[in-house]
């Protein structure tokens, strides 16, 4: 999967990339004349993903598109494709008729028969939903020649779930919230999330544990604002809001105790450089270490991109893709991860 | 601003009016102290909202069944059964048979918003602007006629005539819905 290894995703050099570690946009679209996926037969699903396959993607995917079918693929190809939240877990689980199309870059994908009958992800490294948002407009105008989908004049565009009703666009980031995490303000951050309901979860989305220190926050709502009014808010408002919240935490941490601060990033650092066994839990911790080092120029011999990098590489199916073995054979590898972690850092 | 709780520093989630002798009040409070005054809540599950609990919600807050009450989609033979137990609609036309009971439920979950906003595909741009004309017309027919501007009328229905009935507009079953809000 050459087609996915791209830089792209490690980018930090964005205003908000201190903090924000990710950006993504995701549509949620049903085609007329077909019921849900959950209440679809197996014959509708796949003439469903023959539609999909036949009708133009336009410029987002110009450089050309990988169609995975999720029924034939490989399981590393598919714990490739979650590590970096191309695919949900339920679509890399399912066994029903599914298949995924992926950018040249990488950057996008478009699952047919998730929850709905398409779900196209954009993504990108750092802090760009203006850019994001742009592109999936391009990409709705693109498959809406080929394809009707299904709309109603009061609830918009109509999706399996109500929660996804009206324009179907969901905008996310990534946060990298370390030091609201040590002062112990997370809970704050999760009621004003609350408020401005958002919703908040782990590094993989629903359900999902938050490794790293890594937040995803997301809108919840969708249906009564246009899409440009909910990411003026979202990308305008809200957002900076949760990185000055992380920001000024940082700072207070530094304030309050300069020399733990920096004894803690150095001694990430150290761990990572020379440990000889990582388990996955203690790659995240200490990446996430190393990574708010970085960005208060604590430790200035590491890119903020080489960690950005490591924290999608030390996840098991990139690091058996690495190594070039199966992922079911390379189950988790902890001596493997502190090489690749080690060499990394050194080269 | 966020207005805080009458009782404590927390975000007040429950506004109300209250009139005592005569006189109004207003009362904020938070989620607890809401419950604790007797306030029924919605149960919340973090920050997500738990579509089949608000859809058991809404189905016990509503009248006894009335006979003409759709339980089925004759579409994709979707229950109110099964849609609280799963939480998904099982296709477009379900949004019109269990409109009744969604409507509430589309509104809590997004956060008292029932109208969309937004872009429109192409074709339903049409529709759309095509069913406001009709509106618009019916009203002017009806003003004329009470008026007793019989040529304007004429004129108005004609043109009315002209743009066909709401079943015209057919772009498959889900865009049946005539009237805008």
């Given at each position: 999967m050459k087609a996915i290894d791209r830089s792209v995703f490690y980018d930090s050099d964005t205003p908000l990339g201190d903090v924000v570690l990710s950006s993504r946009v995701r549509l949620a679209r049903n085609i007329t004349g077909y019921p849900f996926v959950n209440r679809a037969a197996p014959d509708q699903l796949t003439e469903v993903m023959h539609r999909v396959q036949s009708s133009q993607l336009g410029s987002v995917f110009e450089h050309g598109t990988r169609w995975v079918n999720l029924q034939s693929s490989d399981v590393s190809d598919r714990g490739m494709l979650f590590e970096r939240n191309l695919i949900s877990k339920p679509f890399s689980e399912g066994t029903h008729p599914r298949c995924v199309a992926l950018s040249a870059d990488g950057c996008a994908s478009i699952m047919v028969n998730e929850e709905?009958?398409?779900?196209?992800?954009?993504?990108?490294?750092?802090?760009?939903?203006?850019?994001?948002?742009?592109?999936?407009?391009?990409?709705?105008?693109?498959?809406?020649?080929?394809?009707?989908?299904?709309?109603?004049?009061?609830?918009?565009?109509?999706t399996a779930c109500p929660t996804n009703l009206g324009t179907g666009i969901r905008m996310s980031v990534m946060l990298h919230l370390p030091a609201l995490r040590i002062l112990d303000e997370l809970e704050k951050m999760r009621r004003a999330a609350k408020e401005l309901k958002l919703a908040v979860r782990g590094l993989h989305g629903e359900g999902s544990d938050a490794h790293a220190e890594l937040f995803q926050i997301s809108n919840q709502i969708t249906l009564g604002r246009s899409e440009e009014d909910l990411l003026e808010e979202f990308a305008g408002v809200i957002v900076p809001r949760f990185v000055e919240y992380e920001r000024q935490a940082r700072q207070r941490m530094l304030e309050t105790d300069a020399l733990e601060t920096t004894d803690r990033a150095h001694r990430a650092l150290g761990v990572l450089r020379s440990a000889r066994i990582l388990t996955l839990e203690a790659a995240f911790k200490y990446l996430s270490r190393l990574r708010v080092g970085v960005a208060l120029g604590i430790i200035d011999s590491v890119a903020m991109s080489t960690v950005n990098r490591l924290l999608l590489e030390v996840q098991p199916a990139h690091l058996a893709r690495i190594r070039s073995i199966p992922a079911s054979a390379a189950d988790d590898d902890r001596a493997a991860r502190a090489t690749h972690v080690r060499a990394t850092l050194d080269g | 601003?966020?207005?805080?709780?009458?009782?404590?520093?927390?975000?007040?989630?429950?506004?109300?009016?209250?009139?005592?002798?005569?006189?109004?009040?207003?009362?904020?409070?938070?989620?607890?102290?809401?419950?604790?005054?007797?306030?029924?809540?919605?149960?919340?599950?973090?920050?997500?909202?738990?579509?089949?609990?608000?859809?058991?919600?809404?189905?016990?807050s509503q009248p006894r069944a009335p006979e003409r009450t759709i339980r089925t989609c004759p579409s994709c033979g979707m229950t109110i059964a099964n849609l609280q137990a799963v939480g998904l609609l099982g296709c477009p036309d379900c949004y019109k048979v269990f409109e009744e009971l969604l409507s509430g439920v589309i509104q809590r979950a997004q956060d008292g918003a029932s109208i969309h906003v937004g872009r429109h595909p192409a074709q339903a741009a049409t529709l759309i602007d095509r069913a406001a004309l009709r509106n618009r017309l019916a009203k002017e027919l009806r003003e004329a006629v009470s008026s007793e501007e019989y040529e304007r009328a004429a004129r108005l229905r004609d043109r009315l005539s002209s743009l066909g009935t709401a079943g015209d507009d057919d772009l498959g079953a889900t865009l049946n819905t005539p009237a805008l809000p």
């Open positions: 709905d009958h398409l779900r196209a992800q954009i993504y990108a490294g750092g802090f760009k939903l203006h850019a994001l948002v742009g592109s999936m407009t391009q990409l709705d105008r693109s498959l809406e020649r080929s394809l009707e989908f299904a709309f109603h004049p009061r609830f918009g565009y109509l | 601003m966020t207005r805080l709780c009458d009782h404590c520093d927390q975000p007040a989630t429950v506004h109300e009016t209250v009139i005592k002798t005569g006189v109004a009040h207003e009362v904020h409070l938070c989620a607890d102290h809401a419950r604790a005054h007797g306030y029924v809540l919605p149960a919340t599950t973090g920050a997500a909202v738990s579509i089949t609990q608000i859809l058991q919600a809404a189905q016990q």
